[in-house]
Nanobody, 127 residues
Framework: QVQLVESGGGLVQAGGSLRLSCAAS????????MGWFRQAPGKEREFVAA????????YYVDSVKGRFTISRDSAKNTVYLQMNSLKPEDTAVYYC????????????????????WGRGTQVTVSS
């Protein structure tokens, strides 16, 4: 049974940091690129960051570049999102997702391209 379980969300003041984790099971984690998406109330789910299954390539939406870092630990089947210098506009439910790729540097940036999804974790940034 495929599972993606996010954790690490919470309430933080603007300028603070959070580290999200996503524990994966039930599929071959080492052959899947991983992504983080977020969805704010009344808005569509949007791409935040992705990492190839080799771990050698990472991608970010412009609004988080220089503040967020995605990483993965294949030994633990876990992907992380380190979020620094948080802003109120980062408030959203954050989801991790898995994308199968034949290529070690493959990745995807669209919701419909991802095969598996977690249930999300709430991040709230107060001003």
């Amino acid at each position: 049974q495929v599972q993606l379980v996010e954790s690490g969300g919470g309430l933080v003041q603007a300028g603070g940091s959070l580290r999200l984790s996503c524990a994966a099971s039930g599929f071959t984690f080492s052959r899947y690129a991983m992504g983080w998406f977020r969805q704010a109330p009344g808005k569509e789910r949007e791409f935040v960051a992705a990492i190839s299954w080799s771990g050698g390539s990472t991608y970010y939406v412009d609004s988080v570049k220089g503040r967020f870092t995605i990483s993965r630990d294949s030994a633990k089947n876990t992907v992380y999102l380190q979020m620094n210098s948080l802003k109120p506009e980062d408030t959203a439910v954050y989801y991790c997702a898995a994308y199968y790729s034949d290529y070690p540097e493959g990745w995807a940036g669209r919701v419909e391209e991802y095969h598996y999804w977690g249930r999300g974790t709430q991040v709230t940034v107060s001003s």
